[in-house]
């Protein structure tokens, strides 16, 4: 009880820090979710996850949901056709398992349109467009290359980075529920680990939730997420919605 207390008092600081901001301005944060794809409940977990934020975050956010594709890995998402898509949006919150889309000029525009709006990014969106030819914009974007992950297990997740707000709450490690560790084939960019898991496959340490900052912008990551069962994690969506706030610290 007495941990429980303490995870929810250290939110609140880190979450009270940005609605004084967001105050000023008399305006949610505006964040379109983009879902849907292959291989996972995306029609759940949209509920959970948004529903676990706006606990979280109440009125201060703003759901905008693009959900299509659903059960088809080789969807384009209509939204990131459309010229200027990432424009009146403060965040874009992916949640996607489009593995089979290798239109390269698509997954260039989707990395490119995304200058200046931060970007938080879940599970298979990290998988979603690596098979474009070439993925670089897709992978210098999300900070990393990973094209493969080891079989779903259990496993035990370590926090690497108490000092950065993202984990403020988080425990210093945690028994995931059965999951998918992603190899992460190389850094693509101005990484920060945050988490990682050991992959038995492997036989070495991977990042499960990382950061990556640019000039023009941030983006904040996690491999964590292919079953139901942890987006009921409170560890998890704090984790998410602490991710949020982080990602538009700087607008």
Known sequence: MIERLQLLCLFSI??????????????PIRALYLTGGG?????????????????????????TIVHEGEGEPDHMLSVVQQENWTEGYDVVVHNTGFGRVNDTDFVAKLAESHRGTPAVLIHATIHSYRYAEPADPWFDFTGVKSMYHEDQREFEVEMIAPEHPIMAGIPEYWQNPPDEVYVIEEDRGNIMPLARAFGVETD???????????????????????NNAM?????FLDMIANGILWSIETQ
């Open 204 to 226: 070495e340490y991977q990042p499960v939730v990382w950061t990556h900052e640019t000039e023009e912008n941030r983006v904040f990551a996690t491999t964590l997420g292919h």
């Open 231 to 235: 987006f009921e994690k409170d560890y």
């Open 14 to 27: 880190f979450f009270l820090m940005f609605t004084s901001c967001t105050a000023e301005n008399d305006s």
């Open 39 to 63: 291989w996972h409940d995306y029609e759940t977990q949209e509920t959970l996850l948004t529903e676990g934020i706006s606990e979280r975050l109440g009125d201060t956010i703003d759901w």
